[in-house]
């Protein structure tokens, strides 16, 4: 059994080759082309960002006929596929990864909705590549990643609202009165539809990283051994602030401080700080 994914689950290089997951490109549409997401890191996609202020890219999903070659590859390898994606609150790639299995054997096809994205959806790779090596059945793998959806929360700040209300995220009115009061609001993808739903808000990014701590801590302060996953755009020393506070406050048996894709940071902008979290139990029991 293979895994396919999209470029919006923030996986590693490393996490890449050593999972074989086949990676299904978002792109990114700037005034001179179109550019997969993956072919920029993400020093050289906000400086592209910068130059074209105050206009903003586009992005676009990868259309079900990418899906299609992409499983007809594997399929005629001979290989079952779990096709897990960012959020369909989030993004139409879920529905395209849908339409282009329908050609084949649903049998052979699991086409998932991670219900979440970045440092969220990677866990969930992660784990469903863990279970492929471990001769897991579908099905089961299935239910381990609904477990570990509901364990997993997702929550970042940001430095402006700019980004979302141009790509359409929020309003344009709601984002000029956040920045005309200096708010920075805390941000989490929720559970029940996937989308983004407001959790605070804060005058300071500095109080920002201190309420999304008190906010993580509330929620895992009587469980050990977390997978602590801090991610940013362009904003080292706050994700570094963060890592620091919640290592300080939490039982962390894993931590790291990973960038954002590009194909995320369209909507952002690079003043972006925020973590992912899971009891490791999750992942580790996968055997």
Do not use: C
């Not at 709601?174 to 605070?200: C, F, H, M, R």
């Amino acid at each position: 059994m293979k895994i396919v994914t999209d470029s919006a689950a923030d996986l590693t290089p490393e996490d890449i080759r050593e999972y074989e997951i086949t990676v299904a490109p978002l792109f990114i549409n700037f005034p001179e082309g179109e550019v997969r997401a993956d072919e920029m890191t993400p020093d050289q996609f906000y400086s592209r960002l910068e130059a074209m202020q105050p206009d903003t890219p586009k992005t676009a999903q990868p259309s079900p006929e990418i899906f299609s070659k992409l499983y007809e590859k594997l399929i005629e390898g001979g290989q079952d596929v779990l096709s897990i994606h960012i959020s369909s609150g989030l993004s139409g790639t879920f529905n395209s990864a849908r339409i282009g299995a329908e050609k084949f054997n649903e049998k052979a096809i699991h086409v998932i909705d991670s219900m979440t994205l970045s440092g969220g959806q990677r866990f969930q790779i992660v784990a469903a590549a863990k279970a492929v090596k471990a001769g897991w059945p579908a099905e089961k793998i299935k239910e381990q990643l609904e477990k570990i959806r509901t364990a997993t929360e997702v929550v970042y700040t940001l430095e402006t609202l700019d980004y979302l209300a141009r790509g359409g995220r929020i309003g344009r009115v709601q984002a000029l009165a956040s920045s005309l009061l200096n708010i920075k609001p805390i941000i989490q993808v929720s559970k029940e539809d996937g989308k983004y739903s407001t959790v605070g808000k804060s005058r300071t990014i500095k109080r920002a990283i201190a309420d999304m701590v008190a906010h993580i801590v509330e929620l895992y302060k009587d469980q050990s051994s977390l997978w602590v996953s801090v991610v940013h755009g362009q904003f080292e020393d706050k994700a570094m602030m963060l890592a620091e506070m919640l290592q300080n406050s939490l039982q962390v048996g894993k931590l790291e401080i990973l960038r954002i894709s590009p194909v995320l940071g369209v909507h952002t902008g690079p003043g972006i700080v925020g973590v992912t979290i899971v009891p490791l139990r999750l992942i580790e029991e996968i055997q």
